[in-house]
C-alpha cells in the first residue's frame, strides 16, 4: 500500500523567486507563487543598516522556501549603467554570498514610473501610494522576469 501523505522521491520543493527592487530608504519586495506563474506583493522593507535588512530577508528566504532571488537594475534611458545599478550589483553580491542563492537582474526601467501611473489610478492617497510604489515596482520587477522566462523557456522547449 502506498502512504499519500509522503512526498515522493522525485517531487522538488516549491522554487519561489523573490524579487526586490532595491532603494535608499527601501527595498520594495514581491514573491512568487509556487509555480513561478504570478507575483504577490509583500510589506516594504524599510531599511535601517546592512545586518537587520539581510536578516529580514533571512527571514522571508526561509518563510517562503525561496530558491532564486531577481533585483530590478535601475538602468539610465541610454542603457547605461549609473552609480544606482553600482550599489545594486554590489548588494547583489552579498546576498548571493550570505544565502548562496542565483540572484538575477531585470532591467527596471520605467518600473516606479509604471507603479506610479497604476496608484495614481486608484483612490488612494498620495502618502499611501508613496508606501505601496515600492512593493508595487517589485511585483512588476517579477511578473515580467516571470513572462520573460516562460517566453525563453516556451522558445528554446525548455521548462521551469
Request: hydrophobic share 40%; aromatic share 4%; charged share 30%.
Amino acid at each position: 500500500m502506498v502512504n499519500r501523505s509522503q512526498p515522493t522521491q522525485n517531487s522538488a520543493p516549491p522554487r519561489r523567486i523573490l524579487a526586490l527592487d532595491f532603494g535608499l530608504r527601501n527595498i520594495g519586495l514581491a514573491v512568487s507563487d509556487e509555480l513561478g506563474l504570478t507575483a504577490q506583493g509583500l510589506e516594504t522593507l524599510s531599511r535601517s543598516n546592512k545586518r537587520r535588512d539581510l536578516d529580514h530577508l533571512r527571514r522571508i528566504i526561509q518563510k517562503y522556501g525561496v530558491r532564486e532571488i531577481v533585483m530590478g537594475l535601475p538602468l539610465q534611458m541610454s542603457g547605461d549603467e549609473g552609480l544606482q545599478a553600482e550599489k545594486v550589483r554590489a548588494f547583489a553580491e552579498e546576498l548571493r554570498r550570505r544565502f548562496r542563492l542565483p540572484v538575477h537582474f531585470y532591467d527596471e526601467r520605467l518600473t516606479s514610473v509604471e507603479a506610479n501611473r497604476v496608484l495614481r489610478e486608484t483612490d488612494m492617497s498620495i502618502r499611501r501610494r508613496a508606501e505601496a510604489v515600492d512593493q508595487l515596482a517589485a511585483v512588476l520587477i517579477l511578473q515580467s522576469f516571470l513572462e520573460s522566462r516562460k517566453v525563453r523557456a516556451s522558445t528554446t522547449g525548455l521548462t521551469g
